[in-house]
């Protein structure tokens, strides 16, 4: 058995003029359709979340501790 297709086939949906219009006074027919949000949304209270700040923080402090170690390599190797 094989599932119906959610869109009705337009050689046998009666009422549909070439090009797939509907005659004025005519409902289109049934199909699947996506349709927009019914309310806003609300907005975000806060442009960062606690976990975000903690991960940046994490991060700088990581790129820190890199960098400061290349300048630590770097002039023990020169000097």
């Given at each position: ?24 006074g005519e409902l289109p ?51």
């Open positions: 058995m094989t599932a119906q297709p959610p869109d009705p086939d337009p050689a046998r949906t009666p009422g549909l003029e070439p090009g797939g219009g509907v005659r004025p027919p049934d199909s699947a359709q996506t349709s927009g949000l019914t309310e806003p949304q609300p907005r975000v209270r806060h442009r960062f979340t606690a976990t975000s700040v903690v991960t940046f923080v994490a991060i700088a402090v990581f790129l820190l501790l890199f960098i400061v170690t290349g300048i630590v390599l770097v002039v023990d190797l020169i000097g």
